[in-house]
């Protein structure tokens, strides 16, 4: 079978890759957050990075702990959060009343009202940003005042491993603070964000999620937060049209999250770079470039179709997804060094990101 190239216009990569054999299965890609009626709906809170969230040791939380246990320490930290559009689930990130969630569950909405499981009480909270290109967005809490907000630990996505008990915590269909226990099935899969663009690495896990988990914690057996549940592959559907689970969900890496919400914090949006071109693997010897978007900074620096990447600011690249991983950080403005091979021979081109579009080009665009 033929290997469809990645497209990367920007520094994410949107692939048909990974999808084709789901396609044809039948199954397909969705997000989470539950359509339902406000009445059979909830909000999340969440807390920003300016304020440290909660150490496992100062919230008493030892290794090996038990399902019940990381349940326990946890769930006061997760919250419903109901839009004029639907439900989905947010991680509390600090004491101030900072909450992050997923773009799509407060894409459109107007009005954020967010309700914890330890009261029957509605907090109404503010937009404080969104990142559609990675699914993100941080609310607000209009007011902490009688609240005692209890932040997650945020872990280290990079040590999750094949085989890792996690649990997913959220509020599916509306039942509040439900909680399933899994284990990563997958890493490095790809999500599409609201925008077009590709989420990479992301994780893959047979742990029960549904319509209305999105923005929710996936969480190892710590009770560390190590990703933000988004996505699931289905192959049936409610009568809303909303996705069910198959045991193929879907979370976004929490270290993406922590490298993009002091910029949501700060600034409301996300800067991500520009790159222009698209790519395919080719045996774990490089990414090849499959085509150049017209006027975008690779054309400008003179990178061709047929060009293989082999090095990124001098990180060897084995794949398409090293090219991801190693810009996936970077704004607009900045500075990449690619090492390339063309023909016979290799050359260093330094290409200047430019700002990512607000939506990825479609198909008639591409070259």
Known sequence: M??????????????????????????????????????????DATASLNTPAATPAARNISTNQ???QVYSNTHTGVVKITTDSGLGTGIVLDTSGNILTNDHVVEGANR??????????????????TDPSD?????????????NLTPLNLGDSDTVNVGDTVYALGNPFGYTNSFSEGIVSGLNRTMTAPNGFTIGHSIQTDAAINPGNSGGPLLNANGDVVGINAQIASNGSTAGGEGQNNGVGFAIPINTAKDVIPQIEKTGHVSHGYLGIATADINGEGAKVAAVQANSPAQQAGI????????????????????????????????????????GSTKDVTVTLAQQPSQAPTQSQQP
Do not use: C
């Open 66 to 68: 038990t399902p019940e």
């Open 2 to 43: 033929t290997r469809k190239p990645h497209r990367l216009f920007s520094l994410r990569l949107s692939t048909f890759v990974a999808l084709l054999a789901i396609a044809a299965l039948g199954v397909g890609i969705v997000a989470l957050r539950d359509g339902g009626s406000a009445s059979n709906t909830d909000t």
């Open 304 to 343: 061709q179709q047929g060009d293989v990447i082999k090095t990124v600011d001098g990180k060897a690249v084995t794949s398409s997804e090293d090219v991801v991983s190693a810009i996936s950080s970077k704004s607009s403005g900045t500075k990449i060094t690619l090492g390339l091979q063309r023909g």
């Open 135 to 147: 699914d993100l967005a941080v609310i607000k809490l209009d007011s902490t005042s009688g609240l």
């Open 112 to 129: 954020f009202n967010v309700s914890f499981d330890s009261s029957n009480q509605t907090h109404s909270a503010k937009l404080v940003g």
